[in-house]
């Protein structure tokens, strides 16, 4: 019943209050774009706040999230896209024709268009064109105290924190993985080195299928 409340709920907001609507789970949010018509769909994602825009335009459900993209003033699709998820960037911008795709490129902030153009350059069925540039990584000589301060500063920009990635501080060389659970229970003067499992990461090619 409550789910059935909040879905009756929903059209009324988006017609009069942004805010509330902001206010709202996104998978409700996304479920009532869906039902718009496409224009609607994307004066209504316009009016959030960008970054409850950008969570919106993360989700996989979300239908034909380019053509809404592609709807808005190109400067407004261009922070949108700026916004969102690195992997999930690269899939919707894939799905923009190609007048509109140079048109966004040339608007994106330098680390959104570097990043883009990183993923793009893999093939759309390897795992390079899957994978995320938004995680976690430290220094093998960093205590648990540090990295997980370093965490707490980074946080925002990064898609996923369930796991670091414990580099070689000299060659950048990827040596283990730890979860993030494991490091908020081990002691705080540990290396986060010592604190991670020992045993090697699995790891795939960027050109894998």
């Given amino acids: 019943m409550e789910n059935n409340l909040v ?103 330098a680390e959104s268009r570097a990043t883009l153009e990183q993923l793009l350059a893999y093939p759309e069925s390897t795992a390079g064109a899957l994978m995320t540039t938004e995680f976690v990584s430290a220094p093998s000589t960093w205590t648990v105290a540090e990295t997980l301060e370093h965490i707490k500063r980074v946080e925002r920009t990064r898609e996923t924190v369930y796991a670091i990635y414990v580099l070689d501080p000299r060659t950048k060389k990827l040596l283990r993985a730890v979860s993030l659970r494991r490091l908020i229970t081990s002691a705080p003067q540990m290396t986060v080195l010592q604190a991670a499992v020992a045993r090697r990461p699995i790891v795939v090619s960027p050109q894998a299928d």
């Fill in 7 to 109: 879905q009756n709920e929903l059209p009324a907001i988006a017609a009069g209050d942004s805010v509330r609507l902001a206010e709202q789970h996104v998978p409700d949010i996304v479920e009532l774009l869906n039902q718009m018509p496409p224009e609607e769909a994307a004066a209504t994602l316009a009016r959030l706040p960008l970054e409850r825009a950008a969570e919106v335009l993360d989700q996989p459900g979300l239908d034909a999230a380019a053509g809404l993209i592609e709807a808005l003033p190109q400067d407004t699709g261009a922070k949108l896209l700026g916004a969102m998820s690195a992997d999930r960037r690269a899939d919707v911008f894939r799905d923009l024709p190609l007048p509109a795709r140079g048109n966004l490129i040339a608007r994106l902030d």
